[in-house]
């Protein structure tokens, strides 16, 4: 896991630990998380560990696409089952690595065309907007990007601005307010992620421009539930967080009874308005 | 005649980066700008308050953003989870704050630790009550706390931002005019000089430590009221825009001199920095690179300044 100080991965960590106590014959589970999601040094000490006490399988939500390949590579070379869920592990240093390790996990870019789209239908083409963008360095925040991207592009939106917001309520409150007084003509803020949709959608209240600006975001948390009900939010994006892990666990139980070569396997993504 | 000085080179940065950021983007002579600066100051201006009263004395805490995010996590739950009025959340935020600062104070002053180190570990601790207390969960809490962060009566201004202001003057004349601030004045200039001279030199540090607490607390509560929700990673980092303020403000990391007053311009030039980055299109690396040349150049200046 990543930091389970984080909404979204301490959703994926109960998830697990459900299925496991449904399934408590079958397997048994260790979830560990580290204190941030950038303490790469501390995630490759876990897989390390893991790897001593002798698990059979690790499921693993890597804090960076790149960096946790090497200790990867030492934990199957340890003949541990690696199955990379949430972060999708970069494709090139795995070939570098000769490595091949199996991705469950959503398409990012793909959810946030759609969620881009249903914003794109509340707009008309020429119409400004900003992204307001995750960690920079974040695979999944630069696919997110890439997604809305796409569907502003293809509905012909202009985006006059993209910021990081850092994941964070309070960064992305400061950024979209910002943008905002920059941009006057902004008509929607598409935001990496939902905890960002709530400090943006603050900003536009702050701004006295509520019902002008749309916001779309994503993963769905339950904070965000009231403005979407309300419409400060237009829609949000569901990779269904509670499952993300499990997939990743059934995966990898299908492989150690089955004795097959795994594959990448794609969960699904939905779009959630109201 | 020396802290007129100061107080008119503060005025001429932030004069010089207010003319700089309109130069480089129309839209920075807005009400927009205005009212991001202005949303942004009350929480900094609170601890920024409490944080120049602990480093005049020598010490230092750097727990207040974990302790943001603790105390926000406590409003959030109060109010979104047991349906508690904004009263008593705030009374209860403002206590919570208080406990926490002034053990961090108790401990560090009674058992001889460096303030440094005591509050490295509460910054920990703090933001792992932070997470224990929300279950790692963001609240939505709603109108019920927006009203404190909002504009009233049609201008930028809102409730927080009044009290903030009127917290600032309290603390500066409480440093400057009355005998608990030069007592703490002296204690930083001199501890042992101090002692000799029969003034206890442990209760008003940990005063000052309590007090930067409850500040935090409300200071906190303010933060939720702006985004209408509790986030357990709120105030990441926060400590060192407060304490980077404090310095450009001019109060010495060693103790012994200091004014909140000049805190609040250190407070008013990071939030017009963080502002005019943002509306200027600035990358993050960009913003952080700067965000760090302005700081160290405020204190170089200072420091050139008293040679």
């Not at chain 2, 927006?146 to 809102?158: M, Q």
């Not at chain 2, 404090?246 to 502002?275: N, P």
């Amino acid at each position: 896991m990543k930091s389970l100080a984080n909404e979204f991965f301490q959703t994926m960590a109960e998830g697990a630990k459900k299925h496991q106590a449904a399934h408590a014959g079958d397997y048994e589970l260790l979830v560990n998380g580290i204190k941030n999601e950038t303490d790469l040094a501390e995630q490759v000490g876990l897989v390390d560990q893991m790897v001593s006490q002798g698990v059979q399988a690790i499921v693993i939500a890597p804090a960076d696409s790149k960096a946790l390949v090497t200790v990867l590579k030492r934990a199957k070379e340890a003949g541990v089952l690696v199955i990379n869920i949430d972060n999708k592990l970069d494709a090139d240093t795995l070939k570098q690595a000769g490595l091949s390790i199996p991705f469950v996990g959503p398409d990012n870019r793909a959810g946030a065309k759609a969620v881009g789209e249903v914003l794109a239908k509340k707009l008309k083409a020429g119409d400004e907007v900003a992204i307001i963008e995750g960690v920079t360095t974040a695979f999944n925040g630069q696919k997110r990007k890439a997604g809305f991207e796409d569907a502003m592009n293809a509905a012909g939106m202009k985006i006059v601005a993209s910021q990081s917001g850092q994941w964070e309520m309070e960064k992305a409150n400061g950024v979209a307010a910002g943008i905002l007084a920059a941009n006057p003509n902004v008509k929607a803020l598409l935001c990496a992620n939902d905890n960002m949709a709530l400090g943006a959608a603050a900003a536009v209240q702050g701004a006295g421009k509520a019902g002008q600006v749309q916001i779309i975001g994503f993963d769905n948390i339950a904070a965000l539930k009231p403005l979407l009900a309300d419409g400060r939010v237009l829609a949000t994006c569901d990779q269904h967080g509670d499952k993300l892990a499990v997939f990743g666990i059934e995966a990898a139980l299908k492989v150690l009874k089955d004795k097959t070569t795994p594959a990448d396997q794609q969960t699904p993504v939905d779009v959630v308005v109201k | 005649m020396r802290r007129w000085t100061d107080f008119f080179i503060l005025i001429a940065v932030l004069a010089a980066m207010i003319v700089l950021f309109g130069l480089m983007r129309d839209s920075f002579f807005s009400m927009g700008t205005l009212g991001t600066v202005a949303n942004r100051i009350p929480a900094l201006a609170l601890v920024a308050t409490g944080m120049t009263l602990v480093m005049v004395t020598g010490g230092i805490d750097l727990s207040v953003g974990s302790l943001l995010g603790f105390c926000g996590a406590v409003t959030g739950v109060l109010m979104a989870d047991l349906h508690w009025g904004l009263a008593l959340a705030v009374l209860a935020s403002v206590a919570v704050g208080a406990l926490i600062g002034s053990t961090t104070g108790a401990v560090s002053v009674k058992l001889r630790l460096p303030s440094f180190i005591v509050s490295l570990g509460m910054l920990e601790i703090a933001r792992g009550l932070a997470f224990l207390t929300t279950n790692s969960q963001t609240k939505y809490i709603g109108a019920d706390i927006e009203a404190l962060g909002a504009p009233f009566g049609g201008l930028v201004i809102s409730p927080a931002f009044v009290i903030s202001l009127l917290v600032v003057a309290a603390g500066q004349v409480m440093l400057s005019q009355m005998a608990i601030g030069r007592h703490l004045i002296a204690i930083g200039a001199n501890r042992e000089a101090a002692l000799v001279s029969g003034l206890s030199v442990d209760r008003p540090r940990i005063f000052a430590h309590a007090l930067l607490g409850a500040l935090t607390g409300l200071a906190a509560v303010f933060n939720c009221s702006r985004l209408g929700s509790a986030d357990p990673n709120a105030g990441t980092g926060f400590e060192l825009g407060a304490i980077a303020a404090v310095v450009v403000g001019g109060t010495s990391l060693m103790g012994g001199r200091g004014s909140v007053v000049k805190s609040f311009m250190g407070v008013l030039i990071i939030a017009t920095l963080e502002a005019g980055l943002i509306q200027v299109g600035a990358t993050e690396p960009v913003k952080r690179v700067v965000t760090g040349l302005v700081i160290v150049a405020a204190v170089l200046a200072d420091t050139w300044r008293r040679k």
